[in-house]
C-alpha cells in the first residue's frame, strides 16, 4: 500500500512538471522578422552561397542557422527578445545587424561589403611558361568549394567575384589539379571589396621533367619481370600525344626521359599489342615521383581489342641515350630527397598608432608588459602626432634605449600613401623618417603602411630611402614572403588581437587563443608571424567611445598569448630581426610556401657522371646552384680560380656516394675540394 502510494505521487509529479514545461514553451508568443540583405550600393543580394545565424539576446549558440533561400528572407521568432543576425557569404563573414523583437513584425536591413574580382595566372616553376588546362578549385577557408575552372592557353582562369574578406581570420584557398592530381595548393587569398586583382601562382613542376622516368613489371605474385624485350610500356597524354618506351633491360626496368608534365594513361604492351593483365593506369608524371611499378592482374575473360595497325596516332620512338664509354643502360641510383623550409619559427608584436594623448594610459600599460617581461615590442609611430606628451616620449626613449622597443615609421597622418605619386611618397618618407629621428634619435627601416595599403610606387620609394622592412597586412599583401636575400623584406601581420566590427563601428578584442592559433598557422605557412595589436581593444568602452582606461580581461588575454608562445618555445623577436633568425627545418608537407629540396636527381647525376652518361659542366653547375641555394653546406674554404680538370678521385667519389658507399660528410669534402681549385665558383 505504501508503495502504491509512492507511485501515485511520483506519477502526479510527472505530469505535473510536464503540464508547467509546455506552458512555459507556448507562453512565449512569436512575430516575424524580415531580413533583407543588400549590397553597399544598394543591390539586393542573390540567395546563391549565402546563409545567416540568429542569435538570441546573449546566447553564443545560433537559435537559427540556414542558408538564405529568397531574399528578403521571413523567419518566426519568439517576440520580447534581442536578435543579432550574422551573415555569411562563400562562406566568409560579411556584416552583422541587430534587431529587438516585440509585439509587431520587423524589418531588418543588413547591409553587406561588395564583392572583389579574383583571377588566377598559372605558370610552371620557371614563373614564365603557362599551363592551360589545369584545374583551379577556390575554396573558402572551412573547405567549401566556392568556384572551379580550367585555365586557357595564357594559363588565365575566368575573373570570379566573390565575396570580400574582412574578419583577419577569413580567406580564400586557391588548388591547382591535373584532373584529380593535386599540383599546388595557395593558402590565405584575401579579396577586397569592389576591386579586381590577379593573383599568380607558381606550380613547383617543370614544364619538361629531364629526369629518368622509371617503369617495373611486376607479376601476379608481385615478382619482378626481368630481361624480357618483349615487353614495352605506353605512355598516353589526353592531347593524343603518345611516348613509347625502349625496350626492357636486363634489370627489369623501362626507360623514359624529357616527358613534359602532365596526366597520362599507362599501358603494357608485348608483341605491339596492349596487355589486358596490366590494367591501363593513370598517373602524374610531374618530377615529384618518377619510379612507377606496374602489377600484373589475376586474369580474367580475354577482351576483344581493336586492330592496333589501324591506329594513325604517331608514336614517339624514346631510345635511352647510349654513351660510347658506358654501353649500358644508366643505373638507376636511389635518390636523397628530403624537404626543407627556411623558417624563423618566431613571432613579432607590432603595436600600431602610437602617438600623443590619444589612450596614453593604455598605450603605457601595453608598452610597460612588454618591456617588465623583456619582450621584443615594435611599435609604429604616427609622427605628426607624436613628441609633446611628454612621459610618452620619456617613455618610448627609456624603451628604445633599453633594447626593448624598435620603432616603425606608421606615416605622418592616416592617409593611405596609394593616393600618391611614387615622388610624393619618397618626399613623405624622408620628411618623417626625419622627424622621428629628431624626436627619439632613430632612423626607422620599418614601415607600416597608413590603412596598411601600399603599391609597387610604395616600395620602390622605400628602396630609395634606405627602408629594408615593410609590415601591412594580409588583407594587403600575398606570399610568398622570402626570408633571406631581400632588399625589401615583407612581413605582413598574420593576425591581430582585435577585429574591427562595421556594425558596431569599434574594434573589440578577441580571444587568445584564437590570435595564438592563428599565429601558429602563420608560422607553418611562412616561417613567422606578425601579431598586431591596437590600443583601442585595450582600452574600455562606454557610451561609444574609448575610455582612456585599460581593459584588465583583454590585457589578460595578451599575457595568455604570451605564455601560450613561449611554453611552446616559439621565440618573440623584433619585427626587423624576424629575417635574421631563420634555419633550415626539415618539412614533411609538400606545398610550403618557402620549400627547399636537395632534388631527387643529385643522387642519379653523381653515378651518371662517374659513369660517363653526363658531362662534367652539367654536373658541376647543379651542384654550384645546390651550394649557391644553401641546400648543401660546405665548410669554410677558400674559393681557388684555377680552375684545373676535375680528379678521377673525386668523379669515383661521385659514384661510390651514389652507391651509398660512402658518407655525405665525405662527398662534400670532394666538393670542398673542388671550390679550393677553383673548378666550381661560389660565394664562400
Given at each position: 500500500?505504501?508503495?502504491?502510494?509512492?507511485?501515485?505521487?511520483?506519477?502526479l509529479?510527472?505530469?505535473?512538471?510536464?503540464?508547467?514545461?509546455?506552458?512555459?514553451?507556448?507562453?512565449?508568443?512569436?512575430?516575424?522578422?524580415?531580413?533583407?540583405?543588400?549590397?553597399?550600393?544598394?543591390?539586393r543580394?542573390?540567395?546563391?552561397?549565402?546563409?545567416?545565424?540568429?542569435?538570441?539576446?546573449?546566447?553564443?549558440?545560433?537559435?537559427?542557422?540556414?542558408?538564405?533561400?529568397?531574399?528578403?528572407?521571413?523567419?518566426?521568432?519568439?517576440?520580447?527578445?534581442?536578435?543579432?543576425?550574422?551573415?555569411?557569404?562563400?562562406g566568409?563573414?560579411?556584416e552583422?545587424?541587430?534587431?529587438?523583437?516585440?509585439?509587431s513584425?520587423?524589418?531588418?536591413d543588413?547591409?553587406?561589403?561588395?564583392?572583389?574580382?579574383?583571377?588566377?595566372?598559372?605558370?610552371?616553376?620557371?614563373?614564365?611558361?603557362?599551363?592551360?588546362?589545369?584545374?583551379?578549385?577556390?575554396?573558402?577557408?572551412q573547405?567549401?568549394?566556392?568556384r572551379?575552372?580550367n585555365?586557357?592557353?595564357?594559363?588565365?582562369?575566368?575573373?570570379?567575384w566573390?565575396?570580400?574578406?574582412?574578419?583577419?581570420?577569413?580567406?580564400?584557398?586557391?588548388?591547382?589539379?591535373?584532373?584529380?592530381?593535386?599540383?599546388?595548393?595557395?593558402?590565405?587569398?584575401?579579396?577586397?571589396?569592389?576591386?579586381?586583382?590577379?593573383?599568380?601562382?607558381?606550380?613547383?613542376?617543370?614544364?619538361?621533367?629531364?629526369?629518368?622516368?622509371?617503369?617495373?613489371?611486376?607479376?601476379?605474385?608481385?615478382?619482378?619481370?626481368?630481361?624480357?624485350?618483349?615487353f614495352?610500356?605506353?605512355?598516353?597524354?589526353?592531347?593524343?600525344?603518345?611516348?613509347?618506351?625502349?625496350?626492357?633491360?636486363?634489370?627489369?626496368?623501362?626507360?623514359?626521359?624529357?616527358?613534359?608534365?602532365?596526366?597520362?594513361?599507362?599501358?603494357?604492351?608485348?608483341?605491339?599489342?596492349?596487355?589486358?593483365?596490366?590494367?591501363?593506369?593513370?598517373?602524374?608524371?610531374?618530377?615529384?615521383q618518377?619510379?612507377?611499378?606496374?602489377?600484373?592482374?589475376?586474369?580474367?575473360?580475354?577482351?576483344?581489342?581493336p586492330?592496333?595497325?589501324?591506329?594513325?596516332?604517331?608514336?614517339?620512338?624514346?631510345?635511352?641515350?647510349?654513351?660510347?664509354?658506358?654501353p649500358?643502360?644508366?643505373i638507376?641510383?636511389?635518390?636523397?630527397?628530403?624537404?626543407?623550409?627556411?623558417?624563423c619559427?618566431?613571432?613579432?608584436?607590432?603595436?600600431?598608432g602610437?602617438?600623443?594623448?590619444?589612450?596614453?594610459?593604455?598605450q603605457?600599460?601595453?608598452?610597460?608588459?612588454?618591456s617588465?617581461?623583456?619582450?621584443?615590442?615594435?611599435?609604429?609611430?604616427?609622427?605628426?602626432?607624436?613628441?609633446?606628451?611628454?612621459y610618452?616620449?620619456?617613455?618610448v626613449?627609456?624603451?628604445?634605449?633599453?633594447?626593448?622597443?624598435?620603432?616603425?615609421?606608421?606615416?605622418?597622418?592616416?592617409?593611405?600613401?596609394?593616393v600618391?605619386?611614387?615622388?610624393k611618397?619618397?618626399?613623405?618618407?624622408?620628411?618623417?623618417?626625419?622627424?622621428?629621428?629628431?624626436?627619439?634619435?632613430?632612423?626607422?627601416?620599418?614601415?607600416?603602411?597608413?590603412?596598411?595599403?601600399?603599391?609597387e610606387?610604395?616600395?620602390?620609394?622605400?628602396?630609395?630611402?634606405?627602408?629594408?622592412?615593410?609590415?601591412?597586412?594580409?588583407?594587403?599583401?600575398?606570399?610568398?614572403?622570402?626570408?633571406?636575400?631581400?632588399?625589401?623584406?615583407?612581413?605582413?601581420?598574420?593576425?591581430?588581437?582585435?577585429?574591427y566590427?562595421?556594425?558596431?563601428?569599434?574594434?573589440?578584442?578577441?580571444?587568445?587563443?584564437?590570435?595564438?592559433?592563428?599565429?601558429?598557422?602563420?608560422?607553418?605557412?611562412?616561417?613567422?608571424?606578425?601579431?598586431?595589436?591596437?590600443?583601442?581593444?585595450?582600452?574600455?568602452?562606454?557610451?561609444?567611445?574609448?575610455?582612456?582606461?585599460?581593459?584588465?580581461?583583454?590585457?589578460?588575454?595578451?599575457?595568455?598569448?604570451?605564455?601560450?608562445?613561449?611554453?611552446?618555445?616559439i621565440?618573440?623577436?623584433?619585427?626587423?630581426?624576424?629575417?635574421?633568425?631563420?634555419?633550415?627545418?626539415?618539412?614533411?608537407?609538400p606545398?610550403?610556401?618557402?620549400?627547399?629540396?636537395?632534388?631527387?636527381?643529385?643522387?642519379?647525376?653523381?653515378?651518371?657522371?662517374?659513369?660517363?652518361?653526363?658531362?662534367?659542366?652539367?654536373?658541376?653547375?647543379?651542384?654550384?646552384?645546390?651550394?649557391?641555394?644553401?641546400?648543401?653546406?660546405i665548410?669554410?674554404?677558400?674559393?681557388?680560380?684555377?680552375?684545373?680538370e676535375?680528379?678521377?678521385?673525386?668523379?669515383?667519389?661521385?659514384?661510390?656516394?651514389?652507391?651509398?658507399?660512402?658518407?655525405?660528410?665525405?662527398?662534400?669534402?670532394?666538393?670542398?675540394?673542388?671550390?679550393?681549385?677553383?673548378?666550381?665558383?661560389?660565394?664562400?
Open positions: 500500500m505504501f508503495n502504491f502510494r509512492i507511485l501515485q505521487l511520483s506519477a509529479s510527472i505530469l505535473l512538471s510536464l503540464v508547467l514545461s509546455l506552458g512555459v514553451v507556448y507562453s512565449e508568443e512569436s512575430n516575424l522578422l524580415q531580413i533583407d540583405i543588400k549590397y553597399t550600393n544598394g543591390d543580394i542573390d540567395a546563391y552561397q549565402t546563409n545567416f545565424k540568429v542569435y538570441q539576446d546573449n546566447e553564443k549558440t545560433p537559435i537559427v542557422e540556414k542558408e538564405l533561400e529568397t531574399n528578403p528572407e521571413t523567419i518566426s521568432l519568439p517576440i520580447n527578445h534581442k536578435y543579432k543576425v550574422e551573415v555569411y557569404v562563400n566568409m563573414f560579411t552583422v545587424g541587430y534587431v529587438e523583437l516585440k509585439e513584425s520587423e524589418q531588418l543588413v547591409n553587406i561589403p561588395l564583392p572583389g574580382g579574383l583571377k588566377f595566372n598559372v605558370f610552371f616553376e620557371d614563373g614564365e611558361t603557362p599551363i592551360e588546362n589545369v584545374i583551379v578549385k577556390i575554396k573558402s577557408h573547405g567549401e568549394i566556392q572551379i575552372g585555365t586557357d592557353e595564357n594559363g588565365d582562369t575566368l575573373r570570379y566573390l565575396q570580400s574578406t574582412s574578419r583577419p581570420n577569413d580567406y580564400y584557398v586557391a588548388e591547382v589539379y591535373y584532373d584529380e592530381f593535386l599540383l599546388t595548393s595557395i593558402p590565405n587569398i584575401k579579396l577586397q571589396q569592389g576591386i579586381s586583382q590577379e593573383q599568380k601562382i607558381i606550380v613547383p613542376i617543370p614544364e619538361i621533367v629531364e629526369e629518368l622516368i622509371v617503369f617495373r613489371l611486376f607479376d601476379t605474385s608481385h615478382e619482378k619481370i626481368l630481361n624480357n624485350e618483349d614495352y610500356v605506353l605512355i598516353e597524354h589526353h592531347d593524343g600525344q603518345k611516348f613509347k618506351s625502349s625496350t626492357m633491360n636486363h634489370r627489369g626496368e623501362i626507360y623514359f626521359s624529357s616527358i613534359p608534365s602532365g596526366i597520362y594513361s599507362i599501358s603494357v604492351l608485348k608483341d605491339e599489342s596492349k596487355q589486358d593483365l596490366w590494367p591501363e593506369t593513370k598517373i602524374a608524371i610531374t618530377g615529384n618518377n619510379e612507377f611499378d606496374l602489377i600484373q592482374e589475376n586474369p580474367v575473360a580475354p577482351k576483344i581489342e586492330d592496333s595497325s589501324s591506329s594513325a596516332e604517331k608514336v614517339i620512338e624514346i631510345p635511352m641515350k647510349q654513351n660510347s664509354s658506358s649500358s643502360e644508366p638507376v641510383y636511389e635518390p636523397s630527397k628530403e624537404n626543407y623550409q627556411l623558417t619559427n618566431c613571432v613579432s608584436f607590432r603595436i600600431d602610437v602617438q600623443d594623448y590619444w589612450l596614453n594610459e593604455v603605457y600599460e601595453l608598452i610597460n608588459l612588454f617588465k617581461n623583456n619582450i621584443p615590442l615594435t611599435a609604429g609611430v604616427i609622427i605628426d602626432s607624436f613628441g609633446n606628451d611628454p610618452l616620449v620619456s617613455l626613449k627609456k624603451e628604445v634605449g633599453r633594447h626593448n622597443l624598435e620603432i616603425a615609421n606608421h606615416g605622418s597622418d592616416s592617409k593611405p600613401f596609394t600618391f605619386d611614387k615622388q611618397q619618397s618626399d613623405l618618407l624622408k620628411e618623417s623618417n626625419k622627424k622621428i629621428f629628431e624626436k627619439l634619435n632613430v632612423s626607422p627601416k620599418i614601415f607600416i603602411p597608413p590603412e596598411n595599403r601600399f603599391n610606387d610604395t616600395k620602390s620609394a622605400l628602396i630609395e630611402n634606405g627602408f629594408t622592412y615593410l609590415s601591412a597586412s594580409m588583407l594587403n599583401d600575398s606570399p610568398p614572403f622570402s626570408l633571406k636575400d631581400e632588399t625589401l623584406y615583407r612581413f605582413p601581420a598574420v593576425t591581430t588581437t582585435g577585429e566590427v562595421p556594425s558596431q563601428n569599434r574594434i573589440l578584442g578577441i580571444e587568445s587563443e584564437t590570435t595564438y592559433g592563428e599565429a601558429i598557422e602563420g608560422i607553418d605557412m611562412y616561417g613567422f608571424a606578425v601579431i598586431t595589436i591596437h590600443p583601442q581593444e585595450f582600452s574600455i568602452y562606454e557610451g561609444g567611445i574609448y575610455q582612456n582606461k585599460i581593459n584588465s580581461d583583454q590585457l589578460n588575454e595578451l599575457e595568455t598569448l604570451i605564455d601560450s608562445l613561449r611554453s611552446k618555445n621565440k618573440i623577436v623584433f619585427l626587423g630581426d624576424i629575417n635574421k633568425n631563420i634555419r633550415m627545418e626539415i618539412q614533411n608537407t606545398n610550403s610556401i618557402t620549400p627547399y629540396s636537395i632534388p631527387s636527381w643529385i643522387k642519379n647525376n653523381a653515378g651518371w657522371w662517374r659513369d660517363g652518361n653526363i658531362d662534367d659542366s652539367s654536373f658541376l653547375h647543379g651542384i654550384e646552384f645546390l651550394i649557391k641555394e644553401g641546400i648543401l653546406q665548410p669554410p674554404t677558400t674559393q681557388g680560380s684555377g680552375g684545373s676535375v680528379p678521377s678521385w673525386i668523379k669515383e667519389n661521385a659514384g661510390w656516394w651514389a652507391e651509398g658507399k660512402i658518407s655525405d660528410e665525405d662527398f662534400i669534402y670532394g666538393v670542398n675540394y673542388l671550390v679550393n681549385q677553383g673548378i666550381i665558383i661560389v660565394d664562400v
